[in-house]
């Protein structure tokens, strides 16, 4: 049996607010990082991770994206972030997931494709031509794209200077 996971935007002007920055490593991190839970959700690689924090037993608020490496091997693209609202983002598990992380893209299709706007320092991962969906900001410069099927399309990383 496969775990399902749908994701829902609750829309509300608190978010957490910081700067999303490139280390040394081409890594992106999240500063100030927030207290989370040790499950992520790796919906690309394993580099690659949605922060969570346990908000009931099959639900999760995502709280920020970090990841080693991100800027490595990146598809050039000149980026534009969908129209967004601020909001919350949750993922809901048909069965709670195991302690250690679940990785998303063996649930459900995740387009595998990172891509990198130098111009704009805007690093987007999934598929960026999808058209339709909502666009959420969940924490200050990171926006997650959810379809009206509840899956994850794309998520788009502002960095900041």
Same mark, same amino acid.
Request: with cysteine; proline share 4%; hydrophobic share 40%.
């Given at each position: 049996?496969?775990?399902?996971?749908?994701? =829902?935007?609750?829309?509300?002007?608190?978010?957490? !607010?910081?700067?999303?920055?490139?280390?040394?490593?081409? $890594?992106?991190?999240?500063?100030? $990082?927030?207290?989370?839970?040790?499950? #992520?959700?790796?919906?690309?690689?394993?580099?690659?991770?949605?922060?969570?924090?346990?908000?009931?037993?099959?639900?999760?608020?995502?709280?920020?994206?970090?990841?080693?490496?991100?800027?490595?091997?990146?598809?050039?693209?000149?980026?534009? !972030?969908?129209? #967004?609202?601020?909001?919350? +983002?949750?993922?809901? =598990?048909?069965?709670?997931?195991?302690?250690?992380?679940? *990785? *998303?893209?063996?649930? $459900?299709?995740?387009?595998?494709?990172?891509?990198?706007?130098?111009?704009?320092? !805007?690093?987007?991962?999934?598929?960026?031509?999808?058209?339709?969906?909502?666009? +959420?900001? =969940? +924490?200050?410069?990171? =926006?997650? +794209?959810?379809?009206?099927?509840?899956?994850?399309?794309?998520?788009?990383?502002?960095?900041?200077?």
């Amino acid at each position: 049996m496969n775990m399902k996971i749908v994701f =829902f935007a609750e829309y509300d002007n608190e978010i957490p !607010i910081g700067k999303n920055k490139i280390t040394t490593d081409l $890594s992106i991190l999240f500063d100030p $990082s927030i207290s989370i839970d040790a499950f #992520s959700i790796h919906p690309y690689h394993w580099s690659f991770e949605l922060t969570t924090q346990e908000v009931g037993r099959d639900k999760y608020l995502l709280r920020y994206a970090m990841g080693s490496l991100c800027l490595l091997d990146c598809c050039d693209a000149e980026l534009v !972030i969908p129209k #967004s609202r601020r909001g919350k +983002v949750y993922a809901y =598990f048909s069965s709670p997931p195991c302690a250690d992380g679940i *990785y *998303y893209s063996k649930y $459900s299709v995740f387009q595998e494709k990172k891509y990198y706007d130098a111009k704009n320092k !805007i690093f987007a991962v999934g598929d960026i031509s999808e058209s339709h969906g909502k666009c +959420v900001e =969940f +924490v200050s410069g990171q =926006f997650a +794209v959810i379809n009206d099927l509840g899956e994850l399309i794309a998520i788009y990383v502002c960095i900041d200077q």
